[in-house]
């Protein structure tokens, strides 16, 4: 009898940072958000006929950079190389198509985020993770050598506490009963290669009840380039062009297919059980 499986999606997990939780209570929020600013592909509008040299002066390489230079503010530039080893393991996402959940939290200095928080309306300053992606996740900025940073939380929006040259890692704690891959981006870009980000990206695998800790824009299976708070025009962004972006790390989470996974497991078992010890026969 044949077994057809769905194609294996392979995402990375990052097993170092990988420690589990203990008596944690699940999260069964099933919400799905809107795609947020970081995991959006580009887009434009269309310029009227007497705009082109504007336009052309306007995205000039050195218009570009006066603007982001006069721009407050913290984004998040890619510091020195640090050691974060991965391993390459299948996952089967439950859907294929759009992820089961997508949501984002804004990060600024001090000034900038009461500032924006008192734009909203006013907020109240938090300390400690938060949830995220309908319950799936708790989130923290959290520094090297520090605890969490401390947030405004203002009209349903979370704004970071940044201070700059500290670097960072995003803290991902996975409160569901089962393991969930999550697509990451920092200021639109991607965490696995530091480029433009998308929700169909592939991501980081967090098996049930455990956390793991995104250090830095990934470099190869070994190394990653840490995230640290600067300027805008120090930043990755600005360097890839999309500075505009700065400021907001957003997270897609696709949940696993527990059946195919299980499935997948019995195939597994099947054919090793079968294995020839001397796959060239005696003569």
């Known amino acids: 009898m044949k077994i057809h499986l769905r194609p294996v999606f392979r995402f990375l997990l990052l097993a170092a940072a990988v420690l589990p939780l203990a008596n944690c209570a699940s999260g069964p929020g099933t919400a799905y958000l809107p795609a947020p600013a970081p995991m959006a592909e580009t887009g434009g509008y269309a310029a009227a006929p007497s705009a082109p040299l504007a336009a052309s002066r306007e995205t000039s390489p050195a218009a570009l950079a006066k603007r982001n230079k006069s721009r407050p503010g913290l984004a998040t530039k890619a510091g020195d ?46 300390s400690g993770s938060f949830s995220m992606a309908g319950g799936r996740l708790d989130v923290a900025l959290k520094g ?106 957003g997270l897609a989470v696709y949940d696993e297919d527990e059946a195919q996974a299980k499935l997948a497991r019995l195939v597994e078992s099947q054919q090793r059980g079968a294995a020839d010890p001397f796959a060239v026969p005696a003569r």
């Open 81 to 126: 190389e640090t050691w974060s080893a991965v391993a390459d393991l299948p996952f089967y996402r439950k859907t294929t198509g759009q992820p089961d959940a997508v949501d984002s939290f804004h990060y600024n200095d001090e000034t900038g985020a009461r500032a924006m928080a008192e734009a909203l309306g006013g907020g109240h300053r938090r």
């Open 144 to 249: 090297t050598y520090s605890g969490p940073y401390q947030r405004y939380e203002a009209a349903g929006k979370r704004i970071v506490i940044g201070t700059p040259g500290s670097s960072y890692g995003i803290l991902l704690s996975n409160r569901t009963k089962h393991a969930v891959e999550v697509v990451a981006s920092v200021d639109s870009l991607d965490v696995m290669d530091g480029k433009t980000a998308s929700v169909r990206k592939r991501g980081y695998i967090i098996p049930a009840k455990s956390e793991l800790a995104i250090e830095g824009f990934r470099v190869n299976a070994q190394k990653v380039k840490s995230f640290v708070f600067g300027s805008v025009d120090a930043s990755a962004a600005a360097k890839a062009g999309v500075a505009r972006n700065v400021g907001v790390i």
